[in-house]
């Protein structure tokens, strides 16, 4: 599977932004797909994932409450409507693709990552 994310920006504190992640090629029926990030000098963590064809969705303590992780199978994407955004969220966002059985917060058990993008949040 392919991935492709965009929507990062600039926003100010308490704003909010969406990013998408556009998953193309062939995949399994059913796949976990999730959203990390990573701050200049920390290393990547989680913050959202859910399953391509089932209702589980899982939150980093940090985002839950002001993230939400969604789906359009249709349009093949995963969306992340991120809200009430703090100066800390600023970060690369990845979205990445995990085709067998693994946590859902351990980056290394994702198997596919997209490019990331830039989301800056001014104080």
């Known amino acids: 599977v392919q991935l492709q994310a965009s929507g990062g920006g600039l926003v100010p504190a308490g704003g909010s932004l969406r990013l998408s992640c556009v998953a193309s090629?062939?995949?399994?029926?059913?796949?976990?797909l999730g959203w990390f990030r990573q701050a200049p000098g920390k290393e990547r963590e989680f913050v959202a994932a859910i399953r391509w064809n089932g209702v589980s969705k899982y939150y980093a303590d940090s985002v839950k409450d002001r993230f939400t992780i969604s789906r359009d199978n249709a349009k093949n994407t995963v969306y992340l409507q991120m809200s009430s955004l703090k100066p800390e969220d600023t970060a690369v966002y990845y979205c990445?693709?995990?085709?067998?059985?693994?946590?859902?917060?351990?980056?290394?058990?994702?198997?596919?990552w997209g490019q990331g993008t830039q989301v800056t949040v001014s104080s």
């Open positions: 090629g062939r995949a399994p029926s059913d796949y976990k």
């Open positions: 990445a693709a995990q085709y067998y059985s693994g946590t859902y917060y351990f980056p290394f058990d994702y198997q596919d």
